[in-house]
């Protein structure tokens, strides 16, 4: 193997810790579209469950040396920042549902949501509790790992993102990382803001943790609101 083959696969090793996760979760998602119609009400929670088991297998095979970007930590007010920062992503993303104009591209500005309460008692809490962890414990670790630790150095330097100090957060890498952000939500605008918003926390705290618990935050309290209203298009 040349000295370039062995560069690219130690490249491609170095990546996968972020994008494994993320592809797979993408991916799998794309694929419950597939689902025919009429039998969602069977094959979903299912596919659902799947997809959370598959995800939370390649976290711990491949994406595990990534985790000690998680270390680091912030003081108390950047906890507390954490926190009050998520349940703000939540109202935004609730208070603009329906104000902004949707982007077909982006799949029209909402997504077909699953009312679990077509399910027996045991189906649906079964479904609900495997729907929150994978809202509440996997989808903020990956996501953190992919969007505020990797893509944020990797566009600050594209030759060797590691070289960049995690917690530093450029304009440059914010705007871009936050479009792209937006552009795998359908609800594009409040997607956008909250890449924002957590890319300054980010800056704020330097700390990928503070956006891990930010993000559960505003996925909890979502859930929660989800649960409460019926507004199953949000999840």
């Known amino acids: 193997m040349s000295t370039d083959s062995k560069s690219e696969v130690a490249s491609l090793w170095t990546f996968a810790p972020y994008v494994a996760p993320m592809l797979a979760y993408l991916l799998l998602t794309q694929l419950e579209a597939y689902i025919p119609e009429g039998r ?19 976290m711990v095979v491949f994406g595990r040396s990534a985790w000690a970007d ?8 950047g906890w507390l920042l954490a926190i009050v920062l998520g349940v703000v992503v939540t109202a935004a993303w609730v208070g603009l549902d329906g104000r902004y104009p949707p982007l077909p591209f982006l799949g029209g500005g ?5 009312d679990p309460n077509v399910l027996s008692p045991g189906a649906y809490w079964g479904f609900v509790s495997v729907r929150l962890i994978g809202l509440v414990v996997l989808v903020p670790i990956f ?15 594209p030759d060797d993102f590691r070289r960049v100090p995690i917690g530093r957060v450029t304009p440059l890498a914010a705007a871009i990382t936050s479009v792209a952000f ?14 924002l918003a957590w890319a300054g926390l980010l800056h704020l705290t330097r ?16 859930g929660i609101y989800v649960l409460s209203t019926g507004e199953y298009h949000f999840w």
């Open 40 to 58: 969602q009400t069977t094959w979903y929670p299912v596919a659902y469950a799947l997809k959370a088991v598959l995800t939370a297998i390649i």
């Open 182 to 195: 937006m552009m795998v939500h359908p609800e594009w605008l409040p997607a956008l803001l909250t890449g």
């Open 143 to 157: 996501e953190e790992l992919f969007w505020r630790s990797f893509l944020m150095r990797v566009v600050i330097d």
């Open 207 to 222: 700390s990928v943790s503070a956006c891990v618990v930010s993000h559960a935050v505003a996925n909890l309290v979502l």
């Open 110 to 114: 909402a997504r077909e949501g699953f």
């Open 70 to 77: 998680l270390r680091k930590t912030p003081a108390v007010g």
